[in-house]
Nanobody, 115 residues
Framework: QVQLVESGGGLVQAGESLRLSCTAS????????MAWYRQAPGKERELAAS???????DYADSVKGRFSISRDKNYKWVYLQMNNLIPEDTAVYSC?????????WGQGTQVTVSS
């Protein structure tokens, strides 16, 4: 069951930027951890970026320096700013949040980067 709502995916050219958004506005409580995962065709899902209590962030080596994860002050929205996109970033991006001891997932949004 889809419980987080994502937006912002699309088709861009290499070098361009996209900003993904994800909200848990329909779920009571604040998220204690948030993350973006991605899954490219034929590959396993991997963690792209995460943000935890205190604003501690973590990034996959392949996106460091290009992607930035952030959240709103109410811990209901999480964002992924993706700059200088490359074709290897093409994947379905899914957000996840831990709220009230449960992990929620979004439906995924397609990001396609053409060369």
């Amino acid at each position: 069951q889809v419980q987080l709502v994502e937006s912002g995916g699309g088709l861009v050219q290499a070098g361009e930027s996209l900003r993904l958004s994800c909200t848990a506005s329909g779920i009571p409580g604040a998220a204690i951890a948030m993350a973006w995962y991605r899954q490219a065709p034929g590959k396993e899902r991997e963690l792209a970026a995460s943000i935890k209590g205190g604003g501690i962030t973590d990034y996959a080596d392949s996106v460091k320096g290009r992607f930035s994860i952030s959240r709103d002050k109410n811990y209901k929205w999480v964002y992924l700013q993706m700059n200088n996109l490359i074709p290897e970033d093409t994947a379905v991006y899914s957000c996840t949040m831990v709220i009230g001891g449960r992990q929620y997932w979004g439906q995924g949004t397609q990001v396609t980067v053409s060369s």
